[in-house]
């Protein structure tokens, strides 16, 4: 798995590692934070997050343009000084008036800037690296691993945000109730209900101090609105952290990978051999890769209801505590014991010596023992917050990465005079298993909606029947499957088949097709108080299906045009 990889590949992993901790960091609780601190209904909030969403995976688009003109390490390091100063806005407390949403936006808008400098290409560094025929065999592994890698970054940091959350509330006297927010600003609103006003004042009586209890209904409302908000600004601190730590794994493993930070004029330039193509093969590859991207849309629309749809779900349809076995979901530091196990028993069968294997069942055993214990000693039920969730898909990627690995390997390997190359799926081919494999991901959830009254009616006095959390976990579990088969593919695929003067416009435009299945996810929040609940979930499963059947009619121009 791991053996005969470059060393620049850990580097460049290890570096998106610590960005997309902080990134996600701040994505787990941001759409929470629009409606707490300014009250703002769905479809206004899930305009704001898509729109982010789409200008952050466009921007590549214009980074890559820039890379093949002046180097991609250039636009690396520029785009993390953006995105530092773009998270250190984003702390600041501010009113919930116009300055507070305009200096909001214009934190986005460097986050958006500086990612899009940084992420595509760093990715097309590692590509680089597998220009190499040493290592060109690999590629689909590396960028397999570069996606586990930078997942674990993800899967903390739901729990860091929910920590420092719950650390900031506590020190003023508070904890975290899902309902408050918006019962809150419905009464300073002036809209809210007798049930409504006496559900609020029951939930103020649960906070722990005696000196926030005692407040006026009103005063209380102010002031958890004021605090939550401000507990979330320290959350989004985390991402400057996380960046000065991945720049400093950059620049301390830079020689490990300062040979594939060529593009394609600073090869020539140095006299490096540069791959020529016929200006047909040049147009055939552009044109199979613009039939990729057009697939991936609706994956990424469905994909990114983590934070908005899915996040509803969790708060309003799903049961705010856990007992039995699932719970153990809900500790990070089970999930990172389990994660680890996996790799250490995969170790026990491609290690080579003896010794070897006898380490790493035994490092197993420990790394069980370990979860075991720390299961043992929860509570029996404990409570949830909604953005807890979000930490399962990246989970599952690390988890299921080596699985993932495994299989195609042994596809691989299954070579006759039909398949002299293995039975492998191609990459377009993955990615439209994929698109099945989301569209089932959301029959999960409709079956999970049956019965269950609109997000209309919630807003009265209706109450939902609260489901286990089992159901997102298992929704998760899938759209993983779909992702793997997805995303690390496409990129792999990008970095293989962009002609070699447009690799970073290519890389970009992965990304641009990212950038509208972003915008296109706001579409459930715009339909979630117009339609049933589960008439969201069949929309999104639907599309996913109908984009699967479109990239297998398109399968056998795009493997022509890319050989």
Request: glycine share 8%; charged share 10%.
């Amino acid at each position: 798995m791991f053996k005969g990889q470059p060393k620049g590949l850990y580097a460049l992993a290890l570096a998106n590692t610590g960005e997309r901790f902080g990134y996600y960091t701040m994505l787990a609780i941001f759409m929470l934070f629009l409606q707490a601190k300014f009250g703002w209904e769905q479809a206004a909030a899930s305009q704001l997050y898509a729109i982010f969403l789409a200008v952050v995976y466009f921007m590549p688009v214009v980074g890559g343009w820039l890379a093949d003109k002046i180097g991609y390490g250039k636009c690396v390091v520029t785009g993390v000084c953006i995105m530092f100063l773009g998270y250190v806005l984003l702390t600041i407390p501010t009113a919930a008036n116009g300055f507070g949403i305009a200096l909001m936006i214009g934190a986005l808008l460097l986050i958006a800037l500086g990612t899009g400098l940084f992420k595509g290409n760093l990715q097309v560094m590692i590509g680089n690296l597998y220009d190499d025929p040493k290592y060109a065999s690999r590629r689909d592994a590396a960028f397999s691993l570069f996606y586990m890698a930078i997942n674990i970054g993800a899967m903390f940091a739901p729990f860091a945000a929910t920590a420092i959350t719950n650390r900031f509330l506590a020190k003023s006297g508070l904890i975290y109730k899902a309902d408050i927010p918006a019962l809150a600003h419905q009464l300073l609103n002036s809209t809210i209900t007798p049930e409504n006003t006496s559900r609020l004042a029951e939930l103020q009586t649960q906070m722990p101090d005696a000196s926030v209890t005692a407040m006026s209904l009103s005063d209380f409302s102010n002031y958890y609105i004021e605090h939550l908000s401000s507990s979330y600004n320290m959350g989004f601190a985390v991402a400057c952290v996380s960046l000065i730590l991945s720049m400093a794994i950059y620049f301390a493993c830079r020689p490990w990978f300062k040979h594939a930070d060529v593009n394609a004029k600073q090869a020539a330039a140095s006299n490096a051999p540069v791959a020529e193509l016929t200006p047909q093969q040049t147009r055939e590859r552009v044109v199979a890769l613009c039939m990729v991207f057009a697939v991936v849309i609706f994956f990424w629309m469905a994909f990114h209801q983590n934070g908005q749809s899915l996040t509803w779900f969790a708060r309003d349809y799903t049961q705010a505590t856990v007992s039995g076995w699932p719970k153990a979901g809900f500790n990070i530091w089970i999930l990172a014991l389990l994660a680890a196990s996996i790799y250490t028993f995969f170790g026990i069968f491609q290690s080579e010596k003896g010794t070897a294997k006898v380490v790493c069942g035994l490092v197993t055993a420990a790394l069980w023992a370990g979860a075991w214990s720390i299961y043992n000693g929860m509570p029996s039920i404990i409570d949830i917050q909604p953005q807890l969730f979000q930490q399962f898909n990246p989970f599952f990627v690390v988890f299921l990465t080596p699985v993932i690995m495994a299989i195609f390997s042994a596809l691989a390997a299954k070579k006759d005079e039909n398949h002299p190359e293995g039975r492998e799926p191609s990459a377009p081919m993955k990615i439209g298993i994929g698109m099945f494999v989301a569209a089932i991901g959301y029959l999960i959830m409709i079956f999970a909606s049956i019965g269950q009254p609109s997000p209309a009616a919630l807003s009265g006095t209706v109450s939902p029947d609260p489901v286990v959390p089992t159901f997102l976990m298992g929704t998760y579990l899938v759209l993983t499957f779909a992702e793997l088969l997805l995303s690390p593919m496409g990129i792999s695929f990008v970095s293989k088949v962009a002609p070699p003067k447009m690799k970073g416009l290519m890389m970009g435009l992965w990304f641009a097709a990212s950038a509208i299945g972003n915008y296109l996810s706001s579409i459930p929040g715009l339909l979630w108080m117009r339609v049933p609940l589960w008439a969201n979930w069949a929309i999104l499963s639907i599309l996913c299906a109908i984009a699967g059947l479109i990239m297998f009619s398109m399968l056998r121009r795009i493997n022509a045009a890319t050989k």
